[in-house]
């Protein structure tokens, strides 16, 4: 199975309410598509959205690195040579990891597709049933704690609350919504960097005290901040989680080897695919650390296949937040895993199991 044409196409998917953080407020999914196409007929699927205040990519920088750089060192490649691909593509350039995640992600997609078997099973196997969690955006009280209620309704079990604009306003939000749905929904937090380390110990031990129990807290304080990180979790009772701080391999062994957090945040536009985002498992696993997987704001391609690594990857990821199809209007994607509100079934069709995208704008 050889690649023959690498294509681009443009999709947009709009919210269902906005998605506010401390760094950003979005009210659409905008996701650059890589699709290639082989000399078989097989399509193979990726995707990539512009998170320039993470990530650093843009829509621009994608389509870019994908035209100049991926498709010279993947026309007439062999599918089957994946582990070389993907060290090529890794190698290509620095940084862009959006970008190489869209394209290894379809190259995955792709490797299954000749197995004629889906994604997680090549990966490794596990259960095709999964459970997510679901972001509730930074808003006022009152719209946080309606969010919140309305989830549980749906059948959402685990609600990740988004915190970091204002300390004194954040713990009133949470001790809000705590109060609202104690004993039917676990919450987390997602501070986004927005705290420093002394705000964070000060909040989350206050909230402790108050008998308000919390999942864990993710990334509270600026990504490159370790020590500060540590300071917090050597602090608090509740699990510290990292996101922003890892990215790949070299910094999940940073984070482990300093202490730093309990938990790690395994998402395929941070690690720029599948490969390092296996690697990040394994290296978790062998030092007994539990992972979650998670998403940035990408469509259902993409979620879908941080879904299939979770479930090869279980039990050290043991939690997902993978909510982004059910923060949107409707699914584009036909074909592939189903989206069921806390629910996450797998395909058991080839790779990711696409069988189009309605809406996709295809770039000349």
């Given at each position: 199975?050889?690649?023959?044409?690498?294509?681009?196409?443009?999709?947009?998917?709009?919210?269902?309410?906005?998605?506010?953080?401390?760094?950003?407020?979005?009210?659409?999914v905008?996701d650059?598509?890589?699709?290639?196409?082989?000399?078989?007929?097989?399509v193979?699927f990726?995707?990539?959205?512009?998170?320039?205040?993470?990530?650093?990519d843009?829509?621009?920088?994608v389509?870019?690195?994908?035209?100049?750089?991926?498709?010279p060192?993947?026309?007439?490649?062999?599918?089957?040579?994946?582990?070389?691909?993907?060290?090529?593509?890794?190698?290509?350039m620095?940084?862009?990891?959006?970008?190489?995640a869209?394209v290894?992600?379809?190259?995955?997609?792709?490797?299954a597709?000749?197995?004629?078997?889906?994604?997680y099973?090549?990966?490794?196997?596990?259960?095709?049933?999964?459970?997510?969690?679901?972001?509730?955006?930074?808003d006022?009280?009152?719209?946080?704690?309606a969010?919140?209620?309305?989830a549980?309704?749906?059948?959402?079990?685990?609600?990740?609350?988004k915190?970091?604009?204002?300390?004194?306003?954040?713990?009133?939000?949470?001790?809000?919504?705590?109060?609202a749905?104690?004993?039917?929904?676990?919450?987390?937090?997602?501070?986004?960097?927005?705290?420093?380390?002394?705000?964070?110990?000060?909040?989350?031990?206050?909230?402790?005290?108050?008998?308000?129990l919390?999942?864990?807290?993710?990334?509270?304080?600026?990504?490159?901040?370790?020590?500060?990180?540590?300071?917090?979790?050597?602090?608090?009772?509740?699990?510290?989680?990292?996101?922003e701080s890892?990215?790949?391999p070299?910094?999940?062994?940073k984070?482990?080897?300093?202490?730093?957090?309990?938990?790690?945040?395994?998402?395929l536009?941070?690690?720029?695919?599948?490969?390092n985002?296996?690697?990040?498992?394994?290296?978790?696993?062998?030092?007994?650390?539990?992972?979650?997987?998670?998403?940035?704001?990408?469509?259902?391609?993409?979620?879908?296949?941080?879904?299939?690594?979770a479930?090869?990857k279980?039990?050290?990821v043991?939690?997902?937040?993978?909510?982004?199809?059910?923060?949107?209007?409707?699914?584009?994607?036909?074909?592939?895993?189903?989206?069921?509100?806390?629910?996450?079934?797998?395909?058991?069709?080839?790779?990711?199991?696409?069988?189009?995208?309605?809406?996709?704008?295809?770039?000349?």
């Open positions: 199975m050889k690649i023959v044409d690498v294509k681009l196409g443009m999709l947009r998917v709009p919210l269902v309410t906005p998605f506010k953080t401390a760094l950003r407020t979005v009210d659409a905008e650059v598509v890589v699709m290639l196409e082989t000399d078989t007929g097989h193979g990726g995707n990539a959205p512009a998170t320039a205040v993470i990530t650093g843009t829509h621009g920088s389509i870019e690195a994908v035209r100049t750089v991926f498709t060192l993947l026309l007439e490649r062999d599918v089957a040579d994946l582990n070389r691909l993907t060290r090529q593509i890794q190698g290509a620095i940084n862009n990891t959006s970008a190489k869209a290894e992600i379809a190259l995955f997609d792709l490797f597709q000749s197995y004629k078997t889906p994604l099973r090549i990966l490794g196997g596990g259960e095709n049933s999964l459970t997510t969690d679901i972001t509730i955006s930074v006022y009280i009152e719209k946080m704690v969010d919140a209620e309305s549980v309704e749906r059948g959402f079990e685990i609600l990740k609350l915190v970091g604009k204002d300390i004194g306003l954040d713990i009133e939000r949470i001790r809000a919504v705590y109060a749905v104690k004993g039917r929904a676990l919450l987390r937090l997602d501070a986004n960097q927005g705290w420093s380390p002394k705000q964070a110990v000060l909040a989350i031990r206050g909230l402790e005290e108050a008998g308000v919390l999942e864990l807290v993710e990334q509270p304080v600026k990504a490159n901040n370790l020590e500060g990180m540590r300071y917090i979790a050597e602090r608090v009772r509740t699990p510290i989680m990292a996101d890892v990215f790949g070299q910094e999940v062994m984070v482990i080897d300093q202490r730093a957090a309990d938990i790690i945040n395994i998402k536009m941070k690690t720029g695919g599948i490969s985002a296996l690697k990040i498992a394994d290296i978790a696993d062998l030092h007994d650390v539990e992972c979650m997987v998670g998403c940035m704001l990408e469509t259902s391609i993409g979620v879908s296949a941080a879904a299939h690594v479930a090869a279980a039990p050290v043991s939690k997902l937040d993978l909510d982004v199809p059910s923060l949107c209007k409707f699914d584009p994607v036909v074909g592939g895993a189903s989206y069921k509100d806390a629910d996450i079934i797998l395909n058991e069709t080839p790779g990711l199991g696409i069988e189009k995208i309605e809406g996709l704008q295809l770039l000349a």
